[in-house]
């Protein structure tokens, strides 16, 4: 492989690109190939530049420059799509078909279902997903159902789910399923398009819906707090924390200054590349919004409602412009950030939002 | 083996030691009772060598640290038997303290300290002369040459410090130290005194005694006036003679040698370099027109004898030595060893001769030296620090605030060069890191925003990183104390310490384990094994957050005692070409270019990395390193 001048690398590209201006989405990447990128408590570092120029790293870095066009193209084919919600097929309300995973599940459990059924299904022999709690997340490698459970709930802060990749390939995984925040899953259509990484292994990927995600601070306030035992966190409105029933408020605004920088200049609230994606219906906890977005994804979601995995009902109508208004205000604000630059968008897409007012 | 020949040899024997053991000899043959040191090159040998002597003749000690080593040896001499401590020039510092209090009531037993200097810093982070603390101190000096002439000068080192009734200092350095030369043996002392300390006899400090120090300086110098250990070669009268101590007679006899110039110059050889045998060095002035000065390190002798000469009228004299620049290496004078072509260089001047010296000049060498690829300091193959500071590294870039690292002393001070991925930004003598690092995380109220840690060693913990952690926990600092516990002072030589629960004979004795000290003080304290490198970086970043004054043992075997205890490398450690990336993406030679274990080499044929197998001690670290798995490591059989 070609060396490169020091501010050329892969390695550097990333570091002056994304790390040190502080972009990375703490997706997890681009840690766990090689021995020069670590990340510890959800933050990541090169520890070496290692002066190759068309490294890896960079190429699958969801903050790296992408062509999101010919993404989306790599993905969906040559489709229409809708500019706030993605390419879309259908968009339901569901949730778990039992009770059990509704109740471990942040909503409606439809993601621990989903993942759960992929995996016995055969979909996928493995998924990567993300376990901890309110000390601290950790990424999981699961294999089994039972591990799919123990991974359920949100945790609010950007696990590097992704580094355990290269530990599934290592295990000798050929089919790997992702669940996984936006970028993790623009990181993943990445690394599905680099082969010496075996990126063509991940086999479905599961996305969450995604407004920001908190820096790894959240856990210093979190134990000064002394809420580091609840069981659940939740951001309704203001930022929630629960206990065996007992619940903590602390008003957003006192929490927002908590977000990762990386968060707040993403364009994709709703993992556009997903093959579903999954978020709350802003209405009912006890349901999930379904987006179903490739055709693996509607094979997937078929089957599950067939075998009782998960049960779904139309997104009622009055709800949806809700949903794009809220989506519409991200994008258009992103739009107009200076650091808003890893994205390679058509013209006619930024126009879409820059001349188009909040409320058409 | 040297010191079987210096312990066990019979008197008349005519055996090879190196100028420690002649050390031990001299002070074995003295009836010495005690001895007991801080280990530190070039010092080290002589406490081991007497550590050999029978338990019951003989009390050895590893101290923690040099005046406690001082204070335990002197307490020998208040008891009136012959005691000798021993420890590097750095040490010496460490001594002083109580070394300037004892030194005023004075001690009965005789009491030679011997200490070791190191001349250009083979082993040393400074060159430092000693005789100038003796001075400071009012201690009287000899200085040997041979290694003959230091087991002559320990056995005479005893008998003055009787005679003067105070303790006595033996500089070595490290060519007299490390060489090796013929002894002939001589008896043992046959008298075996007891010790005794009578109701009464007293050992006190106080200002008036400074003029017993004084008067035991007088009573040296009329001593030293008709010492063997001082004497003149070559002509009686000649207009050139050179002053010298220590090594460097051998090298002006050499410079003289190679001139031609024997029966032309006179060599004037100083032993009793403090304080100065007046008459003889006024005798060796009369009727000389140039006077050369050839010493190791700084100009002490030279000023001695310039002084003495501004208080006579003795006509004109010119010097040449340091203080003039004559006398000067390639680091210019004062800095560096002394060499034969350094006295050449100033005969030929004072001579005007033109001299060549055969070869490249020192001029050329530096020059054809920057040509060379740069040969760094390098740890051992399978040593632990590599694996410790590659976890360092990696934790602080992860953290992310640029943490501040203060170094301390060891042979983990190499983690201030590239062998230790330059982590040091600070580096001074042992002890010092905690203090920086206390310090430092004092500054942030006025802008300081990086955070600290420093990085010490297992025996300098017990030497002198305690007080630093006490301040530093009372004072409320944060920083994070790592401590690299290899179980043994392994620079200086695998001298066991507190925490390795062996004596000096080898018995075993109480443990002092480093975490029960920190506990104590109610200072947080986990401990990792730094070959379980993902979990230790991953502690250190986690710990770093926390609050306070924190410790982190590393804890690891060195791997020269693993390989001695075991006899056998338990690993063999190979790599399989067919995995290893290379220099692709996902690697680029990580094991070879940037690790740095002297056992991971390259493979140039097949582009790959290979294991040097006569090199790698067999720890198999680099194999849970290596992202492809190409490193295997394989148990095999005893
Ligand atoms: C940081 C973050 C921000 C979110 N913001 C919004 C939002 O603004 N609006 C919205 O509608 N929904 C948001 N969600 C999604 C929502 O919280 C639920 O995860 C989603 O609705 C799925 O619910 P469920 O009942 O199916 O979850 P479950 O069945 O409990 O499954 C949750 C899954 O999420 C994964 N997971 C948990 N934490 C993380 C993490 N930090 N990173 C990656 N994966 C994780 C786990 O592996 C688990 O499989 C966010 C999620 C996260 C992690
Ligand atoms: S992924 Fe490749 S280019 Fe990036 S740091 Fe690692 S070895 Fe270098
Ligand atoms: S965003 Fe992901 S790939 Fe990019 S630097 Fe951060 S962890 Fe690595
Ligand atoms: S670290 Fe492993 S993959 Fe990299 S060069 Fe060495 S043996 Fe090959
Ligand atoms: S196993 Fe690797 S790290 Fe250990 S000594 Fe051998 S080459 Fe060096």
């Known amino acids: 492989m070609e060396n490169c001048e020091l501010e050329y690398g892969a390695a550097a590209r990333l570091k002056e690109g994304v790390l040190d201006p502080d972009l990375c989405s703490g997706c997890g990447a681009c840690v766990g190939f090689c021995p020069y990128i ?41 489709v229409d799509f809708d500019p706030v919600l993605g390419v879309n097929k259908e968009i339901y309300f569901a949730r778990a078909g039992e009770e059990e995973m509704r109740s471990c599940g942040q909503y409606g459990g439809v993601v621990t279902a989903l993942s759960a059924f992929a995996l016995k ?9 993300t376990g901890g709690n309110l000390k601290g997340t950790k990424p999981v490698l699961v294999s089994s159902t039972s591990g799919v459970a123990k991974c359920a ?25 992702v669940v ?29 819906f995604c407004m920001g995600a908190f820096s790894p601070e959240l856990y210093t306030l979190v134990k000064e707090k002394g809420l580091e035992n609840c069981d659940r966190m939740d951001i309704p409105k203001d ?18 200054q908590f977000i990762r920088n990386a968060c707040l200049s993403c364009y994709d609230p709703l993992s556009e590349l997903a093959d579903v994606s999954v978020g709350s219906t802003e209405y009912d906890p006890g349901w999930n919004a379904l987006i179903i977005r490739t055709t693996k994804g509607a094979a997937l979601v078929e089957q599950a409602c067939a075998n009782g995995y998960i049960e779904i009902n139309p997104y009622p109508s009055e709800l949806l412009p809700l949903l794009k208004r809220a989506v519409f205000r991200k994008k258009k604000r992103v739009l107009g950030r200076v650091d808003f630059t890893y994205l390679n968008l058509p013209a006619p897409e930024r126009e879409y939002f820059l001349s188009t007012g909040d409320d058409d | 083996m040297g010191w079987k020949d210096a312990i066990e040899g019979k008197p008349g024997d005519l055996v090879l030691l190196n100028g420690n053991e002649a050390i031990a000899r001299g002070a074995y043959e003295a009836g010495v009772r005690y001895a007991s040191s801080y280990p530190g090159s070039p010092s080290s040998e002589i406490t081991e060598t007497l550590s ?25 001499s208040f008891a009136g038997l012959r005691a000798m401590c021993t420890m590097k020039a750095d040490g010496l510092n460490v001594a002083f303290d109580f070394l300037t209090s004892m030194n005023l009531g004075g001690c009965k037993g005789g009491l030679v300290l011997t200490v070791a200097d190191d001349p250009q810093g083979h082993s040393s982070v400074k060159e430092y002369d000693s005789r100038y603390l003796a001075k400071s101190a009012m201690v009287p000096v000899l200085e040997p040459s041979t290694v003959k002439e230091a087991r002559e000068m320990a056995i005479k080192a005893f008998d003055i410090s009787e005679q003067i009734k105070g303790p006595v200092l033996l500089r070595s350095v490290t060519r007299v130290s490390h060489s090796r030369g013929l002894v002939r043996l001589g008896a043992l002392a046959q008298e075996r005194k007891k010790a005794e300390f009578p109701v009464g006899q007293r050992f006190l400090t106080k200002t008036l005694f400074h003029m017993k120090a004084r008067d035991r300086l007088i009573q040296a110098a009329i001593i030293f006036e008709e010492c063997k250990f001082n004497y003149t070669e070559g002509p009686d009268r000649a207009d050139t003679v050179i002053f010298c101590c220590g090594t460097s007679l051998l090298y002006a006899r050499e410079a003289i040698n190679i001139l031609g110039l024997q029966g032309k110059i006179k060599l004037v050889k100083i032993g009793t370099t403090f304080p100065l045998p007046e008459r003889f060095i006024l005798s060796n002035l009369q009727g000389v027109k140039n006077v050369i000065f050839a010493e190791e390190i700084r100009s002490f002798i030279e000023e001695g004898v310039m002084l003495i000469y501004a208080r006579h009228n003795i006509g004109n004299i010119r010097f040449y030595g340091k203080i003039s620049g004559d006398i000067s290496g390639v680091r210019g004078p004062f800095c560096g060893e002394m060499n034969p072509d350094i006295i050449i260089k100033a005969i030929a001047r004072v001579k005007r001769i033109q001299y060549e010296a055969p070869g490249y000049s020192p001029e050329t060498i530096v020059e054809f030296s920057t040509m060379l690829p740069p040969r760094e300091y390098a740890m051992c193959p399978g040593c632990p620090h590599r694996a410790s500071f590659w976890a360092v590294k990696t934790a602080i870039a992860v953290d992310s605030r640029d943490c501040i690292v203060a170094g301390d002393i060891g042979c983990y001070c190499l983690g201030a060069w590239d062998t230790g991925y330059n982590l040091f930004d600070s580096l001074h003598c042992m002890g010092a890191g905690p203090g920086i690092a206390s310090g430092l995380s004092k500054l942030e109220k006025f802008g300081l925003k990086r955070p600290t840690l420093t990085i010490v060693g297992d025996s300098t913990f017990y030497h002198a990183v305690i007080p630093g952690l006490i301040n530093g926990r009372y004072s409320g600092s944060d920083f994070l104390c790592i401590v690299l516990d290899n179980s043994v002072t392994a620079m200086t030589g695998h001298q066991p310490h507190p925490g390795s629960g062996i004596s000096n004979h080898g018995r075993s004795t109480t443990a002092i384990p480093i975490e029960e000290i920190v506990r104590g003080l109610g200072i947080p304290c986990a401990i990792t094994d730094p070959f379980e490198n993902d979990k230790t970086a991953e502690t250190i970043s986690s710990t770093l957050r926390e609050p306070g004054v924190k410790v982190l043992i590393l804890r690891r075997e060195c791997a020269l005692v693993a390989a001695r205890k075991h006899q056998h490398k338990k690993q063999r450690v190979y790599v399989d070409q067919s995995l290893c990336r290379g220099e692709s993406c996902g690697c680029g030679r990580f094991c070879t270019s940037v690790w740095g274990c002297p056992g991971n080499i390259w493979d140039p044929v097949a582009g790959k990395a290979v294991i040097d197998e006569a090199v790698c001690a067999g720890c198999g670290v680099c194999a849970t390193l290596c992202p492809a798995g190409a490193i295997i490591a394989e148990e095999v059989d005893k």
């Open chain 1, 38 to 78: 670590k990340s510890y408590n959800e933050r990541v570092a090169i520890i070496h530049n290692c002066q190759i120029c068309d490294g890896v790293c960079y190429r699958i870095c969801p903050r790296g420059f992408t062509q999101y066009t010919s993404l989306r193209r790599e993905v969906f084919g040559a």
């Open chain 1, 121 to 129: 299904d055969g979909f996928i022999d493995s998924i990567l997903m």
């Open chain 1, 153 to 177: 709930g949100s945790k609010y802060t950007a696990a590097p789910t992704l580094s355990l990749f290269q530990e599934a390939i290592k295990n000798g995984y050929q089919k790997i399923g």
């Open chain 1, 180 to 208: 996984g925040r936006p970028c993790q899953v623009t990181a993943s259509r990445k690394m599905q398009q680099a082969p010496e990484i075996n990126g063509q292994r991940i086999s479905l990927v599961i996305g969450l």
């Open chain 1, 239 to 256: 930022v929630l924390f629960s206990s065996s029933g007992e619940d903590t408020i602390i008003p957003y605004d006192e929490m927002r």
């Open chain 2, 52 to 76: 050999r002597v029978p338990a019951s003749d003989l009390y050895a000690e590893w101290s923690v640290n040099e005046i406690v080593s001082l204070e335990g040896a002197t307490a020998a």
